[in-house]
T-cell receptor, first 116, second 117 residues
Framework: DTEVTQTPKHLVMGMTNKKSLKCEQHMGHRAMYWYKQKAKKPPELMFVYSYEKLSINESVPSRFSPECPNSSLLNLHLHALQPEDSALYLC???????????????FGPGTRLTVT | AQKVTQAQTEISVVEKEDVTLDCVYETRDTTYYLFWYKQPPSGELVFLIRRNSFDEQNEISGRYSWNFQKSTSSFNFTITASQVVDSAVYFCALSEAYTGTASKLTFGTGTRLQVTL
């Protein structure tokens, strides 16, 4: 089973709200990723977790706060977002927990976020 | 720095036509990995193929085939007898190897393929 699930599918939030995006995989992968994708652009890497520890933070603003409670779950906590943060947020996982680059990433369906 | 170029922004074909999506990459690594992903309108990126830098064999999977040529740094993707369900954005990506505790994908800008009846 190569499935990554994400909830919710759609989210509308105001600039003062706090919300969380959730991601889950049961493939035994120990590397998990958050990406942001704007319309007609490729995905942009935000964070990488390896063995539940944050390995890469691509200089993401602190209003985005990732969390990896266990090896199957990945959360993205959102607070005080701006309208320009509206995008598709994709979660992915892979076997590549040691950074060889050789393994494909499996993506979830994404959460379409609108900030009003 | 790594770079992936997909020069074709949009391609429109009529069903049953063959279509080739181009991908050119740049890297200083001797070991690297190339990928193709499909993103249908639903939004999920679907993994199609992985190729490592030591394996220049072309690959065929049903109507899909891939041509990897190190000499020209290209990894092109051909769909034979295209179908409406092939309509999607296709991304070529290059993986950095041995970056420590995590790897990163460099994506091309994508090619939007529209297949009409």
């Amino acid at each position: 089973d190569t499935e990554v699930t994400q909830t919710p599918k759609h989210l509308v939030m105001g600039m003062t709200n706090k919300k969380s995006l959730k991601c889950e995989q049961h493939m035994g992968h120990r590397a998990m990723y958050w990406y942001k994708q704007k319309a007609k652009k490729p995905p942009e890497l935000m964070f990488v977790y390896s063995y539940e520890k944050l390995s890469i933070n691509e200089s993401v603003p602190s209003r985005f706060s990732p969390e990896c409670p266990n090896s199957s779950l990945l959360n993205l906590h959102l607070h005080a977002l701006q309208p320009e943060d509206s995008a598709l947020y994709l979660c992915a996982s892979s076997q590549d927990q040691v950074g060889t680059g050789r393994y494909e990433q499996y993506f979830g369906p994404g959460t379409r976020l609108t900030v009003t | 720095a790594q770079k992936v170029t997909q020069a074709q922004t949009e391609i429109s074909v009529v069903e049953k036509e063959d279509v080739t999506l181009d991908c050119v990459y740049e890297t200083r690594d001797t070991t690297y990995y190339l990928f193709w992903y499909k993103q249908p309108p639903s939004g999920e990126l679907v993994f199609l193929i992985r190729r490592n830098s030591f394996d220049e064999q072309n690959e065929i999977s049903g109507r899909y085939s891939w041509n990897f040529q190190k000499s020209t740094s290209s990894f092109n993707f051909t769909i034979t007898a295209s179908q409406v369900v092939d309509s999607a954005v296709y991304f070529c990506a290059l993986s950095e190897a041995y970056t420590g505790t995590a790897s990163k994908l460099t994506f091309g800008t994508g090619t939007r393929l529209q297949v009409t009846l």
